[in-house]
């Protein structure tokens, strides 16, 4: 399997129409890709919080239109990492779009964990409530959301849901980057899964952004690392090593917790 990560640069003086036709065009490039992942909030910045409400889209909206026909154009399985949403009987949402290589819709995401305590994310958006899981002809994806990485529960709930690969695009920063690449190695071996973890690069409303995409294998061997600056960053793996380490490796088997309610008197 050949996945595709875009790590794009989000800087300040580029419209967002303008660097959605040139994202759609990076897609467009990577014909004959099995995946391809795109960052989480990319037509803004993760940290661009002004924005979200000014430039936020029904799920139907322009970047959903943009990002399918890219990925019918290229042929490819297409996370186009997250938008804005704006839900008309509700708040907005940090919301993931995963297109399949016709250009129809097969998932949305929207965050679960946001970010930013009692201010940003944490305050503007609403939070999803939904595990989503893709199924692909060669793996099941798992959908996370940069602070989702955070939380173990959230991908070991996907893992019991049948997901393989664990895909996280972010708006990760720089301050925290040993946290990302620790964290990215730390979901994969605990969950005997593979990690295609997208961020960004560039300056999110004053923020340096980490950059550093990873790709990890089950057992926690890093497959590809991209630097700081925009990159894509191509990777070949063999989805059938998941059931292979599992097997040789049958830590999950002897789960305790979490499988059952606990006893009560």
Not at 50 to 56: L, R, S, V, Y
Not at 86 to 95: A, C, E, M, Q, S
Not at 98 to 111: E, I, N
Not at 212 to 219: E, R, T
């Amino acid at each position: 399997m050949r996945a595709s990560v875009i790590q794009i640069a989000v800087n300040e003086g580029e419209s967002v129409e303008s660097r959605r036709r040139r994202v759609a065009s990076m897609v467009r490039d990577q014909a004959g890709a099995d995946l391809v992942v795109l960052p989480e909030l990319w037509t803004t910045g993760a940290f661009a919080y002004e924005e979200f409400g000014q430039e936020a889209e029904p799920l139907e909206g322009p970047t959903y239109e943009a990002m399918a026909k890219a990925a019918s154009d290229a042929g490819v399985w297409l996370h186009a990492g997250s938008v804005p949403e704006r839900d008309p009987d509700g708040p907005l949402y940090n919301t993931s779009l995963v297109f399949s290589p016709s250009g129809d819709l097969a998932a949305a995401y929207r965050k679960i964990h946001r970010f930013g305590f009692d201010k940003g994310e944490a305050v503007l958006m609403g939070a999803g409530a939904e595990l989503v899981t893709v199924r692909l002809p060669a793996t099941t994806l798992g959908l996370g959301t940069c602070y989702d990485l955070r939380f173990p529960e959230l991908f070991r709930a996907l893992v019991d849901a049948g997901a393989e690969t664990l895909v996280v695009p972010a708006g990760w920063p720089e301050r925290r980057r040993s946290h990302w690449t620790l964290l990215a190695r730390a979901r994969a071996v605990e969950n005997q899964s593979f990690v295609v973890a997208c961020g960004t690069a560039g300056t999110h409303a004053g923020v340096p952004q980490a950059g550093h995409s990873i790709v990890v294998d089950p057992w926690g061997e890093v497959l590809a690392e991209a630097g700081a600056d925009e990159e894509v960053l191509t990777v070949e793996f063999d989805p059938g090593k998941v059931a292979t380490t599992r097997e040789q490796f049958p830590a999950l088997k002897d789960r305790v917790l979490g499988l059952q309610p606990p006893h009560r008197p």
